[in-house]
């Protein structure tokens, strides 16, 4: 037998070994795709038992930085710490388990990648920010990972660029989302935006960013956390393609320029989002929908300047879309529909330009405590369909030849006396709408549409 072929042969006996040690494989199609990319990286090269955390933590400890480190199936116990870049993979069903007093997986250096994992067992201390995956290094990626029973998902502490993707995190079981506005001033004001009435101690954020930029969310479901995504001082971010459902504010967002928020879908959560203290930020054909509770909606906008919100669904949720103290915005093309409240600005809000919008369904379409002169109502000659607009439209272009008041009859006195809400739809409210809405009531408050639309596609 020549040289060559005697190692060959030695070469597949050593492969048959390692293959018999671990046991039989079961390959998702991430982690073939990520295999067949991996070319010639440095691989885990000795066998091990399935489940061995001190194997694991021994390879993270040797191996060297940019190395693939390939984890068999298995529930592997104790928490770990990565500090230099690496690549985990896991191979089939691969359980990492902390034992509940710190994070999971501590990412500690920059450039690491890992995929197809399931986290559990984070500690569960509120001031020590524990995660399932705590993260301080730069341009980490988090992807086809599992995170459940942590008290928070993934959380990034001032490291830039990190791209969580195609990632699935679970609250506690026993912490069902509650409505977070305790009885209070009118307005989100104190007690209203952040404070809630829950045992703080009971569950974290899906995934929680602060004090960085620069990163890629996309393509995640979470339920089921106290916050879905939380942004503090994060600028430049892309979020697209997140389903966020059963928590207590699906976006929770404060102090954070500059990012753009695109399909995501905020569902049956105490409150859609809320977006506070900031500015420059896209919101695109989001769905805020079914978001409801005592005083809960679907998008709170609170002091937020320069923002464009365009062709979102905003619909079923008891207050659809709220702005307060915020200027510059455009609200263009979204259906507001089907909402207790179509839409809550307050006058403290000016600058802002409504067009193109589809207001329909709603118990009440709009709810100010004045005139809202300060807004514009429609743009180059085009303003919002109303669904109780006259549809007079002489020349066919889609616009009403006249002007349409959507009347506010009840403005604030719906929130200090929930009773008045009787009175919606009855003769009276609806002789008065059908008045003010072709010749102006003075005194009453509303907003003035000069351009209305008279086909709820908009054309």
């Known amino acids: 037998m020549t040289g060559t072929a005697r190692a060959a042969v030695a070469t597949a006996v050593a492969l048959i070994g390692w293959h018999a040690a671990i046991g039989p ?40 930085a940019g190395a693939v480190i390939d984890i068999p199936a298995g529930d592997y116990r104790g928490n ?37 994992l399931e986290v559990r067992g984070s500690g569960m201390d509120l001031t020590k920010d524990h995660a399932g995956i705590h993260v301080t290094g730069a341009r980490v990626v988090i992807r086809h990972v599992r995170i459940a029973d942590c008290l928070h998902g993934i959380y990034v502490r001032q490291a830039d660029g990190a791209r969580i993707e195609d990632s699935d995190i679970v609250g506690r079981p026993d912490d069902g989302a509650r409505d977070p506005l305790p009885p209070g001033p009118d307005g989100p004001g104190a007690g209203e935006t952040c404070e809630v009435p829950l045992d703080q101690n009971a569950r974290g954020n899906g995934i929680h960013l602060w004090n960085s930029r620069g990163h890629v969310i996309a393509r995640n479901v ?4 106290r916050d879905g995504i939380y942004f503090s001082f994060v600028d430049d971010a892309d979020v697209s393609g997140n389903v ?39 919101l695109r054909d989001n769905r805020f929908e079914a978001n409801r509770g005592r005083r809960a909606y679907g998008l709170l906008l609170q002091s ?20 307060e103290n915020s200027h510059g915005n455009e609200v263009r093309d979204n ?11 307050s006058d403290s ?11 329909s369904g709603n118990v009440h379409a709009v709810e100010t405590s004045g005139t809202n002169v300060a807004n514009r109502w429609s743009d180059a000659g085009r303003g919002n369909y109303w669904d109780g607009a006259a549809r007079l439209d002489l020349d066919g272009n889609g616009i009403g030849d006249l002007p349409h008041r959507e009347v506010d ?27 003010h809405a072709r010749i102006g009531v003075p005194g009453l408050s509303g907003v003035v549409d000069p351009a209305p639309l008279v086909r709820e596609d908009g054309r």
Do not use: Q
């Open 80 to 116: 770990v710490v990565i500090d230099r870049p690496l690549h985990l993979r896991g191979m089939g069903h691969v359980i990492l388990r902390g034992d509940g007093t710190t994070h999971v997986v501590a990412v500690r250096a920059p450039d690491v990648v890992l995929e197809n």
């Open 222 to 225: 979470i339920r089921g956390t």
């Open 25 to 64: 494989r079961t390959w998702s199609p991430a982690v073939a795709h990520a295999g067949a990319a991996a070319g010639a990286a440095t691989r885990t090269p000795e066998a091990t038992p399935a489940g061995d955390v001190a194997w694991l933590r021994a390879r993270l400890a040797g191996a060297p």
């Open 409 to 435: 009859l009840f403005g604030a006195l719906r929130r200090g006396f929930p009773e008045i809400g009787l009175l919606a739809g009855s003769p009276g409210e609806r002789l008065l709408r059908f008045v």
């Open 349 to 359: 809000s000016d600058g802002n330009v409504f067009a193109g919008n589809t207001f």
């Open 304 to 323: 937020v300047d320069d923002t464009r919100v365009e062709r979102n669904r905003i619909a079923g949720n008891t207050l659809g879309l709220y702005a």
């Open 244 to 282: 966020i459902t059963g928590v207590r504010y699906g976006l929770h967002y404060m102090y954070s320029d500059g990012n753009r928020f695109e399909r995501n879908v905020f569902r049956d959560d105490a409150a859609g989002a809320a977006l506070m203290y900031s500015k420059g930020i896209t």
């Open 335 to 345: 259906r507001i529909t089907d909402n207790h409240v179509g839409l809550r600005i």
